[in-house]
C-alpha cells in the first residue's frame, strides 16, 4: 500500500477555501452542500483537492467557524458576526447577506432551493437559496452549534436543550424530537432509516429515522464534539477523551476502539475512504486507521492542534492545522 507524502503546505494565511470538492471555479462541477458532503458525513469529495492557487479571498468581517457549502456557482457560510454569507464561486462576490439574530457556529445544509441553518441564539432558519428571503424559523430550548443534516421531505439537527430534532423540510412543523442526557453539538448522521448521534451524554445512538425511538445505543464514557461517519456497517467517530471508536449501526455493538492520540481530546471529525478513516486530534497528529480494525496505518505530525476536519477527493487529502498551515497529502 502506498502512503502519503506531502504535496504542498500554505502557511500564514487566511484562506475562504473555494472547494470542500474541487481544486478551481474551472474544474468539473460537484457539489457540497452540507458538513462533510453527504447525510453520512464521510468527508470525501468526487474531485480533485490539490490545487494551491489561491483564487479570492473575501472579508467577512467576523470569525467564521463553520465549513462552507457549496452549491452550483455559490458558497454559502455563516459568520460569528451572524450574517449568512452567499458569495459567487468564481470571484468571491457577494451575492446576497442574510442576518440571523445570533452567531451562527453551525454550516450550512443545502436542500434544493433552501438553506438550513441554525444560530446560537437557538433558532433554526429555512433561507431561499436565490436571494436570502426568510422562509421559516423554529425556536429550540437554547443555542445551536450542530450542522443540520438532510432526510426525505425533513432535516435533522441538535441543539444545547439536550435535544434532536426532526423538522419538515417545507414547512419546518416539528415531526419529532428525541431527549438524549446532554447537549447535543455534532452533526447526525444518517444512514439509511437510522440517525446516528454522539453527544455530551457519552452515548452513541442509534435513532429510527420515521418514528424518533432509540433502536441502540453504545454507552462511551466520554463526551463527544466531533460527528460520526459511516461506512461499512459502522460508524467511527473520536471522543473527547483521545479515543478512536467504531461502533455497529445495526447493533450499537463497539468493533474496536483504540487510545492513540496522546492524551488530547479530539474536536476533528473523521474521513472514512474506502478501507480508512483518517483524522486529526488535538495532539497534532493525523492518523490513517485501517477501518476493520483500528490498526494504525499512517501518521504525520503537524505544528500545532488539529481541530479542523480532513477532507478527501481523488488522491489527495487536505487539513488545515492551528499552526496557522494548510497541509495536502498525495499518494
Not at 151 to 160: N, R, T, W
Not at 296 to 302: M, N
Request: glycine share 14%; aromatic share 8%; hydrophobic share 40%.
Amino acid at each position: 500500500m502506498r502512503r502519503w507524502w506531502p504535496v504542498f503546505l500554505t502557511l500564514g494565511a487566511i484562506l475562504l477555501v473555494t472547494g470542500g470538492g474541487r481544486s478551481s471555479p474551472e474544474s468539473e462541477t460537484t457539489n457540497w452542500p452540507s458538513l462533510r458532503g453527504n447525510p453520512q458525513l464521510t468527508g470525501v469529495a468526487e474531485s480533485a483537492l490539490s490545487s494551491r492557487k489561491l483564487r479570492w479571498t473575501y472579508e467577512t468581517g467576523s470569525s467564521v467557524e463553520g465549513a462552507a457549502a457549496i452549491v452550483g456557482d455559490t458558497v454559502y457560510v455563516g459568520t460569528k458576526e451572524g450574517v449568512l454569507l452567499a458569495l459567487n464561486l468564481t470571484d468571491g462576490t457577494l451575492k446576497w447577506k442574510f442576518r440571523a439574530g445570533a452567531p451562527i457556529s453551525a454550516s450550512p445544509c443545502v436542500v434544493s432551493s433552501r438553506i438550513y441553518v441554525g444560530d446560537e441564539g437557538g433558532t433554526f432558519h429555512a433561507v431561499n437559496r436565490s436571494d436570502g428571503a426568510l422562509i421559516w424559523q423554529f425556536e429550540t430550548g437554547s443555542q445551536i452549534i450542530s450542522s443540520a443534516t438532510a432526510a426525505p421531505g425533513a432535516v435533522l439537527v441538535g441543539s444545547y436543550d439536550y435535544r434532536l430534532y426532526k423538522l419538515d423540510a417545507v414547512t419546518g412543523r416539528k415531526k419529532w424530537v428525541f431527549t438524549t442526557g446532554a447537549q447535543v453539538h455534532g452533526s447526525p448522521c444518517v444512514v439509511g432509516g437510522v440517525v446516528v448521534i454522539a453527544g455530551c451524554d457519552g452515548e452513541v445512538r442509534m435513532i429510527d429515522l420515521a418514528t424518533g425511538r432509540q433502536r441502540h445505543s453504545a454507552l462511551i464514557g466520554a463526551n463527544f464534539a466531533a460527528s460520526p461517519a459511516y461506512g461499512s456497517g459502522s460508524v467511527f467517530l473520536p471522543s473527547l477523551a483521545g479515543e478512536y471508536l467504531s461502533v455497529r449501526v445495526t447493533d450499537g455493538r463497539i468493533m474496536w476502539r483504540l487510545e492513540e492520540s496522546g492524551g488530547g481530546g479530539v474536536d476533528s471529525s473523521p474521513v472514512i475512504a474506502g478501507a480508512s478513516v483518517f483524522v486529526g486530534g488535538d495532539d497534532g497528529n493525523l492518523y490513517e486507521l485501517k477501518l476493520s480494525n483500528g490498526k494504525k496505518l499512517w501518521q504525520f505530525r503537524a505544528g500545532a492542534a488539529l481541530k479542523a476536519s480532513p477532507t478527501v477527493g481523488r488522491g489527495h487529502l487536505v487539513i488545515g492545522s492551528t499552526d496557522g498551515a494548510i497541509y495536502c497529502f498525495g499518494r
